[in-house]
């Protein structure tokens, strides 16, 4: 059952519950080995954090800058701040300095909670361009901090401020003034058009969404949760506190690239991701099916038929199958299917709650098919994540992105936009007055940005409307639907359209180049760098065929007609990409411009 307590005390209320079972599973920074921590521990350091904080001079309501990767001590920081009623400020583990020097002055940060060697470096560097910041707190100690540094101390050098809790007489008075109404974090958004600003989000919005999605979304005490997603990123961050207001186990995977051997050895039931996820996943089980000999592929290629049809065209209309193909899935789901969910440790899954992109149908259908719940929804960080969902055992469409959430009122406004209001929704961003009037209608809706419509109960999205690009003929094109079909091709690892007031479609294509060399070489193709294989007459031709296949089912003037492969993948370092990885279109446009330009050459 879950408790809904108020974020500064809910860590203590499910440690009375709960007591020595365990709340999290983690690895030290840099080791192999996994450990526990339970619910009475996890209690005991958010109180320490707490007392510490006090120690150290936090104010009621003074924004903490928490700048790390996934780790067991900015959980404890982040709760240790809303117990004293301090506002947490994450920073994504990967920002730049310009991105730290501008988020720590915009929230006049004093207490900067840095990872491990490169969050410190970058910290430090930045710190006397920053008046605001005073202190430096690391929570990795083989950081190795600058010669004479007197801003920097450890974490657990930190920690002995509130050994024995030495404040925690005056911790439990701020947990009696702790209100919904409290700013509990300001979450910085990634910045896909500009400088990135301070979503406001308090405890009553998170109050509201874990009753709503306590209500539809079936995670709970016996649930094992994978935390793969940054935490900064809003949509883990609603579902990892959602979690832990049901009491589930949580799993935290600190570093991103090594997410399918943790899951291998933890054995999650429930994950949340982006789509990029799965299609990889999807990738990789198709790779392996071209590869089977003939027997095989036939074999594994009739089961994703059949649970295609079970789950398609039965089960997401809420329809009972017939006998005869229920039995045929229940054969392939205990033989193939078991060993695809067993090769990513996913023998006991329960829901993968999915969002954050558009979601390919061919990935959506493939996770079901293979007996993996994916759970689609949509939400903004301006939401506190979840707007709609898809509801585990009832019916769903696929491309959809579910049902909206109870409390949510979805209205569609001009140029399909859509609108929210309710409990969940921000009050607006940071110090930016003049903007939330812009990002308001006159009776209160939140204007989304994105464009899409209600049928039949669910939300369906169509495109951001700002990222629509209009063709110099007039029409108007989706990238984002477009890029999302190709993305499933384990040739093309990234891909940007472009189109917006140009005669055709095009694209910018950075290949898989492990897939490609392999191509190359079992095509007796030479080549000496990433340069020659994007140059290769015979590869161009490869990837084009491809393209064109997957192309199939879209309208003619939605079509790529010229698309140019590059040597290099687009990077954050270079501007190209947000810390979420979502592409910078007019950083791509400007970086690539000649590239561009020669593909519209007559």
Not at 15 to 37: C, D, I, M, P, Q
């Amino acid at each position: 059952m879950q408790n809904n307590s108020h974020l500064s005390v809910l860590i203590h209320e499910q440690a009375k519950k709960y007591g020595e079972k365990t709340a999290l599973n983690y690895r030290e920074f840099g080791s192999l080995e996994w450990k526990t921590v339970s619910w009475n521990e996890f209690s005991n350091y958010v109180k320490q954090v707490s007392n510490a904080m006090l120690n150290l001079g936090v104010r009621v309501h003074e924004n903490l800058g928490v700048f790390s990767q996934n780790t067991v001590q900015s959980l404890y920081t982040d709760f240790g701040a809303f117990g004293i009623r301090a506002v947490s400020v994450p920073l994504y583990a990967t920002s730049s300095e310009q991105q730290i020097q501008h988020i720590v002055g915009d929230a006049e940060i004093r207490f900067l909670f840095v990872g491990e060697q490169e969050q410190y470096d970058k910290a430090h560097r930045v710190l006397p361009l920053c008046p605001s910041l005073e202190k430096i707190i690391v929570f990795d100690r083989s950081v190795r901090l600058a010669k004479g540094d007197p801003s920097s101390i450890y974490f657990d050098e930190f920690l002995q401020l509130g050994a024995n809790f030495p404040r925690q007489s005056e911790v439990e008075v701020l947990w009696s003034q702790a209100n919904w109404d409290d700013l509990a974090n300001i979450l910085y958004t990634s910045g896909t058009t500009g400088e990135s600003k301070g979503v406001m989000l308090t405890y009553g919005q998170y109050h509201a969404a874990f009753e709503a999605n306590d209500k539809c979304v079936p995670v709970g005490e016996n649930d094992r949760v994978m935390n793969f997603l940054p935490i900064t990123h809003i949509f883990e961050r609603g579902w990892l506190f959602l979690c832990f207001t049901e009491g589930a186990e949580i799993i935290v995977n600190t570093y991103p690239k090594e997410i399918q051997q943790s899951m291998r050895e933890m054995h999650p039931t429930c994950m949340c991701a982006v789509p990029r996820f799965w299609e990889k996943v999807y990738i990789g089980v198709k790779d392996k099916i071209d590869k089977a000999n003939a027997v095989e592929r036939k074999l594994f290629k009739r089961a994703l038929s059949v649970g295609r049809k079970y789950h398609a065209e039965y089960l997401s209309k809420g329809k009972r199958p017939p006998l005869s193909l229920k039995l045929e899935y229940e054969t392939f789901d205990k033989t193939l299917f078991s060993l695809v969910r067993k090769q990513l440790g996913l023998e006991h899954g329960n829901i993968f709650p999915t969002a954050g992109s558009y979601v390919s149908s061919e990935v959506e259908e493939f996770t079901h098919s293979v007996g993996i719940c994916m759970i689609v929804g949509y939400g903004l960080t301006e939401s506190l994540a979840t707007v709609s969902c898809d509801h585990k055992g009832e019916p769903y469409t696929i491309g959809s992105v579910g049902q909206p959430i109870e409390g949510i009122e979805i209205r569609i406004g001009e140029n399909d936009e859509i609108l929210l209001k309710g409990p969940t929704i921000t009050k607006g961003y940071y110090k930016r007055d003049a903007l939330n009037k812009q990002c308001f209608t006159e009776d209160g809706f939140f204007k989304t940005g994105d464009a899409g419509y209600v049928q039949g109960g669910e939300l369906f999205l169509k495109e951001r409307i700002k990222e629509l690009f209009k063709t110099s003929n007039g029409k108007y094109i989706a990238p984002q639907m477009i890029e999302s079909r190709l993305l499933v091709d384990k040739y093309v690892e990234q891909i940007a359209v472009i189109a917006d007031q140009r005669k055709f479609v095009s694209a910018l294509i950075v290949p898989s180049f492990p897939e490609l060399e392999d191509f190359a070489k079992s095509n007796n193709i030479p080549f000496k760098s990433n340069e020659d294989l994007c140059a290769n007459p015979l590869i161009i031709q490869m990837i084009a065929e491809r393209i064109e296949t997957l192309q199939q089912q879209l309208a003619n003037y939605e079509k790529i007609k010229r698309f140019k492969l590059l040597p290099k993948p687009f990077t954050m370092e270079d501007g190209e990409l947000t810390n979420t990885l979502k592409i910078k279109r007019a950083v791509l446009n400007k970086n690539y411009a000649e590239q561009i330009e020669e593909m519209y050459v007559e």
